[in-house]
């Protein structure tokens, strides 16, 4: 059965510095998604993509955030200058026939 | 805005018994609702859906039906097993395409 995979599992950065966060979706879905579930809160949603633009974003998802398919395969999520408090579990997501189907995440820890 | 509300957990219970885990939403209009679970170290998974009011959705024993009247959407399962002890996401979608907004979670642990 087709997944999202994400990698990689666990990133650990300094505060301050870049991060990519890499997601291929499956390979049908057109549009994508990224989550984040901060320790022991709610899942959030951050961005939606469809046709190669953002199509909604929410209130976390400020400057500081990007998103790209760089190519036919690969989504991903850039944190250009990481804090303590982007330390979450990050989700991308594809949708297909109205429901959206998650990957294992990465676990993001920023000190 | 739209939220989902899940019932405060822990809930821990014995093999065999029954589980009840509610969810209550604000939304406008007419979304779609899902139940996910997330089992350790993985990520989350569709368990079902609903995507009008009176819709039951059902999968793997577990059942949930869409209650316009009372805004709920509460999971059920009438013998749970130790198998199924993970996180239960209740979440609130449109009918395609579009965010999901998610319930607190609630951590379901079966004992043998």
């Known amino acids: 059965e087709p997944e999202v995979t994400q990698t990689p599992s666990h990133q650990v950065t300094q505060m301050g510095q870049e991060v990519i966060l890499h997601c291929v979706p499956i390979?049908?879905?057109?549009?994508f998604y990224w989550y984040r579930q901060i320790l022991g809160q709610k899942v959030e949603f951050l961005v939606s993509?469809?046709?190669?633009?953002?199509?909604?974003k929410s209130e976390i998802f400020d400057d500081q955030f990007s998103v790209e398919r760089p190519d036919g395969s690969n989504f991903t999520l850039k944190i250009r200058s990481t804090k303590l408090e982007d330390s979450a579990m990050y989700f991308c997501?594809?949708?297909?026939?109205?429901?959206?189907?998650f990957g294992p995440g990465t676990r993001l820890t920023v000190t | 805005g739209d939220s989902v509300t899940q019932m405060e957990g822990p809930v821990t219970l014995s093999e065999e018994a029954f589980l009840t885990i509610n969810c209550t939403y604000t939304a406008t209009g007419y979304p779609s609702l899902f139940w996910y679970v997330q089992y350790p170290g993985e990520g989350l998974q569709l368990l079902l859906k609903?995507?009008?009011?009176?819709d039951k959705g059902s999968n793997k024993g577990f059942e949930a039906t869409y209650r316009k009247e009372t805004t709920s959407f509460h999971l059920e399962k009438g013998s749970v097993q130790v198998s199924d002890s993970a996180v239960y996401f209740c979440?609130?979608?449109?009918?395609?395409?579009?965010?999901?907004?998610f319930g607190q979670g609630t951590i379901l642990t079966v004992h043998p």
């Open positions: 390979s049908n879905h057109l549009y």
């Open positions: 997501a594809s949708e297909g026939r109205g429901e959206q189907y």
């Open positions: 609903a995507t009008k009011a009176d």
């Open positions: 993509f469809y046709n190669n633009e953002i199509s909604e």
């Open positions: 979440a609130l979608g449109g009918t395609s395409y579009g965010k999901l907004t």
